[in-house]
């Protein structure tokens, strides 16, 4: 039991146990009680439980029954996502697709669906379909602390150019086509020892337009020569480029390039370590490239 105080006034607090063993107490007393003892005890009564003076003469007379705190159901709406099924294929669908936002995996959900065995009951299909990210939320809670996001990063800051190259946080120009944002994926497998192939990969801001590029390693000349390919191939003049802060694009290869030309091409990279900067091409890194490639080795060492 706690109490707090308003305004001068203690008022007590009592948890539904405590006010069980309270009214045990003082009934007896109650019952025995004269006309003057009963309203003091009324009083009091009315002070500790919070309970309205009417429902406190009905309580102490055994005409109504205090709220038992075990036996209390669940206030507001039944839950309608606690089939287990659905949690299982809620769950599997989040792994499969590497662990994506509740947002973002209630967009899969109706693409994948129909692939699933039609053992699923048309009334599980229908809550699924109908699932909000806010409820994809509260059933993953318990298991978001379990897995971690396949392939592992091999971005290593270049610091040589950071000065020259300014930071761009907020989104670009995206009635314009010409503005990419730029990342390298690595197919390294469960290790980063050795030499593996890397894939540059590129998204137009505008249009959705992506090019992807196999390089070996991480050689600055490489990655830049598959950047020349990528421009090449582009339906549209090259007019920005986004990047992280990996040494395969903060070099003087790739910033003379871009900026050593007549028309200049934008040049800026992201913060350090915040993914969302690069949210356009993050998300295609998984749809464009992982999952046609998936996660093995693809190089030396190839398992």
């Known amino acids: 039991m706690i ?33 003057q003892e009963k309203q003091a005890i009324l009083d009091e009564v009315c002070v500790m439980c919070q309970y309205n003076r009417k429902y406190a003469i009905r309580v102490l007379n055994g005409t109504s029954q205090p709220p038992d705190g075990k036996n209390l159901s669940r206030r507001g709406r039944k839950k309608q996502y ?7 294929v809620v769950k599997k669908l989040w792994v499969a697709t590497n662990l994506p936002c509740s947002k973002r995996l209630k967009a899969v959900i109706p693409v994948w669906l129909p692939c699933y065995p039609s053992e699923i009951p048309a009334e599980i299909r229908r809550k699924l379909s109908a699932i909000s990210p806010a409820t994809i939320d509260r059933l993953m809670a318990p298991f978001r602390s379990r897995y971690c996001k396949k392939g592992l990063g091999t971005t290593k800051p270049g610091s040589i150019l950071k000065k020259q190259i300014p930071i761009q946080t907020d989104q670009w120009d995206e009635q314009r086509p010409g503005f990419l944002e730029t990342d390298a994926i690595a197919h390294c497998g469960t290790s980063t020892a050795g030499q593996f192939v890397y894939t540059i990969n590129c998204v137009n801001l505008a249009t959705g337009w992506t090019e992807q590029r196999a390089v070996w390693g991480k050689g ?13 191939h582009l339906p549209f003049p090259l007019k920005g480029f986004d990047c992280d802060n990996g040494s395969e694009f903060l070099n003087w290869h790739l910033y003379h390039y871009l900026t050593g030309r007549k028309d200049q091409v934008s040049f800026t990279r992201s913060r350090p370590y915040k993914k ?3 949210a356009h091409v993050e998300e295609k890194n998984w749809t464009h490239v992982r999952q046609y490639l998936g996660e093995p080795r693809t190089g030396a060492h190839a398992q």
Request: with cysteine; aromatic share 8%; net charge positive.
């Open 82 to 88: 606690s089939d287990p099924v659905i949690l299982e």
């Open 3 to 35: 109490y707090v105080t308003l305004r001068e006034r203690r008022v007590f607090i009592m948890s539904g146990a405590a006010k069980q063993e309270y009214l045990a107490a003082i009934k007896p007393r109650y019952c025995k009680a004269s006309r």
């Open 220 to 232: 600055e000349k490489d990655a830049l020569l598959a950047i020349q390919n990528i421009e090449n």
């Open 276 to 278: 969302n900067d690069n």
